[in-house]
Structures are given as structure tokens and as C-alpha cells.
């Protein structure tokens, strides 16, 4: 498995992320109990993605003893994706946000009986498009889904 940063591996930060999704307000404590990684792990992967801009602190919540758990949430702004389904008759382009939400929709024409050659540079300009129509830069898309059917 590959590390994300030095002490903290990809699928618990890719855990963490969807889990703040589901839930969209939680303290590190209830996190962990979620997951069932350590404090210390869970401590790990949040602060490298408040780091990165993906997650932050929203406020406080009562604990039971100690000090007051820190609320976090994600930033749903702090970047996007794009996905395109494509197929011979039809296709249709979404950009997301980090959070899953639809910013923006584009349908596109097929592929029909057209080659690759012909069709990429075509979804590519849909995809330019698509992103300016949701005010997203290219360089801020973390990246692009394709997904088709059949042979």
C-alpha cells in the first residue's frame, strides 16, 4: 500500500474522507470509533487532510469529560472531479465536488460509428466546456472518470 505522507496510508485517509461525507459534521474521537483505528491514526489523517485543504474545524461539541471534541467537516470546494459516461448513442459529463455534488451537467453527443481519434479531442473540449460552465480551472480537477460500455 502506498503511504500518504509519511506515517498516514491512503485508504485511511480515503476512509476518513468518505466518512465525513456520510456524516458531515464529526470530532476525531467519533471517527475513530467509526473506523476503529486509534486516535493517534485517526489524529494522523486528519491533520494531513486539513493540510491539504480537503477537511476543517467547525466548532466544538460537549465530551463527556475532558476537553471539548473539535467538530470537523469537509470543504466540498476544495476540489473537483469530472466523469464522463459515454457510448455509442449518447454521453453525459459531470464535475463534483468533494462532498459528491453535481456543480455542473453536460450532455454530449455519442460516439456513433467514429474512431477514437475523432472522439477524444471532442469529449476533451465537452470536458473544457464543462468545466468552465461550473468555474472550475482545469489545473483544480483532481481528476477525470471515464466509463463506457461494452466492447
Known sequence: MRAFGSDTRLPTVALVLDLLRERTTVS?????????????????????????????????????????????RLQPAACHMVGVQFDRYAAVGVVVDLAGRVVAQREMPGAGGRGPDAVIPEIAEHVRALLTSAGVAPSDALGIGLATYGP
Open 28 to 72: 476525531r474521537v467519533e471517527l475513530a470509533e467509526a473506523t476503529g483505528l486509534t486516535r493517534a491514526t485517526m489524529t494522523n489523517a486528519v491533520r494531513k487532510l486539513i493540510a491539504l485543504g480537503f477537511v476543517h474545524e467547525v466548532g466544538t461539541a460537549r465530551s463527556h469529560r475532558g476537553t471539548p471534541r473539535r467538530l470537523l
